[in-house]
T-cell receptor, first 111, second 109 residues
């Protein structure tokens, strides 16, 4: 089945540690996005990529990094510089100027 | 800064009633408008898209758009307990895709 796969579903980060969240899509979509959602809040854009090897910062990119080496994959690294990483992280993709469709999300917590 | 605002709720309606969810946006040039449903602990799911002024119906859902007033709404007819969720309004295109904070809807049996 076509879709967006995020892994892991739950992730725990220790102090000073970098962690990487995986997002893979087999929909052949050009654009991919990472959002952060805090409890009771809307979605805030972290990074987006419209083509391979190119990505742009969103509204809250500080403390995060991404890569887009393949069309199918857009991993997000939460670095130790992100002091408040506990949130629900959502990856989305779209073929173009179309509505975004989401993966199931990764819930990140601090140990 | 582009903004999308929604009534925070929670909005409670009895089963079988019409639920009305509202959204206003600040960017006058936006051309695309969406409603997503998000169940607790789950990811958002697209339920409606609307691009031109007027009403668009899909089953029990009707989206209404008024670009002059920068207003988009979602009506849910014959509300069911399974409609209890947070409804996110989203406006824009590509990287200029802005989400509202969501309205929590509770349908009471």
């Amino acid at each position: 089945d076509g879709g967006i796969t995020q892994s892991p579903k739950y992730l725990f980060r220790k102090e000073g540690q970098n962690v990487t969240l995986s997002c893979e899509q087999n929909l052949n979509h050009d654009a991919m996005y990472w959002y952060r959602q805090d409890p009771g809040q809307g979605l805030r854009l972290i990074y987006y990529s419209q083509i391979v090897n190119d990505f742009q910062k969103g509204d809250i990119a500080e403390g995060y990094s991404v890569s887009r080496e393949k069309k199918e994959s857009f991993p997000l690294t939460v670095t130790s510089a992100q002091k408040n990483p506990t949130a629900f992280y959502l990856c989305a993709s779209t073929p173009g100027n179309q509505p975004q469709h989401f993966g199931d999300g990764t819930r990140l917590s601090i140990l | 800064q582009k903004e999308v605002e929604q009534n925070s709720g929670p909005l409670s309606v009895p089963e079988g009633a019409i639920a009305s969810l509202n959204c206003t946006y600040s960017d006058r040039v936006s051309q695309s408008f969406f409603w997503y449903r998000q169940y607790s602990g789950k990811s958002p799911e697209l339920i409606m898209s609307i691009y031109s002024n007027g009403d668009k119906e899909d089953g029990r859902f009707t989206a209404q758009l008024n670009k002059a007033s920068q207003y988009v709404s979602l009506l849910i007819r014959d509300s069911q307990p399974s409609d209890s969720a947070t409804y996110l309004c989203a406006v824009g295109e590509w990287q200029n895709f802005v989400f509202g904070p969501g309205t929590r809807l509770s349908v009471l049996p």
